[in-house]
């Protein structure tokens, strides 16, 4: 390659390294260290990669052009423009059909698809959240598990959520919210953690959770029979909306 395109494959290489990394290194010091927290996530890698690939593949066909051109010892536009369109066309044709993309296509599609079954948001979690503007108040917050989904009322219903993401690092209101949410009837420093977080809302979407792990938050269990919590929506047996009504007057 010329010269000039030497940052383009080292950012290629960069990328293939942090992909390898996400896709076999555990857990560990060595991978975060590698690709830090946010591109810890292989499908955010994946994402990245045609913004590489793209120009890596322009710059390859129009050097396969200008090689031909060379060995043939022919000139003019006409040639170039039908040698740039026959190598297009191989490439096209080489990358984009066969067993192995429909396999990856079908996989991408299964992976990306919301159902009853999915690891994050499921249907029925999905539509619970699209009906939370008809009780949420713009202004009012809503607690429940990031690790269950739940943090993706802000994402699909601009609704403000407590803990935002699975990786927030707690605060004192948030870590007591968590802890005793479910003392709100007889405990007032539950009443003043929610008065200071603004937080009025419970989603409880069960105990599944993204990457298969297990988050368990006292405060937030058991609240069907605790006091001062009430019902308000619910979408299947799962995703259920409460009001913190404990802390009126």
Known sequence: ????WWWLVAAWMTLATIYVACAAFPDGLLRYGLTGTWYSDLFRIVALMPTILVPLGAVGVALAVEVILRLVRVEGRSFALG?????SSVLLFTTQTGAQ????????????TTTDESPLLTLAETELLH??????????????????GTSLS???????????HIYQELNPDMELLLSRLNEAGSDPAVCDALTRTNTWWVLDFGM??????THEYAGLAGLADAEGFELVDQEGPDARLFRIAACDG
């Open 1 to 4: 390659l010329r010269r000039r």
């Open 208 to 213: 599944a959770e993204v990457h298969e792990g």
């Open 131 to 148: 009906r939370l503007p008809d009780h949420v108040s713009e202004d009012e917050t809503i607690v429940g598990s990031p690790w269950t």
């Open 83 to 87: 040698a740039g369109v026959v190598a």
């Open 101 to 112: 993309m429909a396999a990856e296509t079908a996989t991408a599609a299964e992976t990306n």
């Open 154 to 164: 802000y994402a699909l219903a601009d609704r403000q959520s407590l803990i935002p």
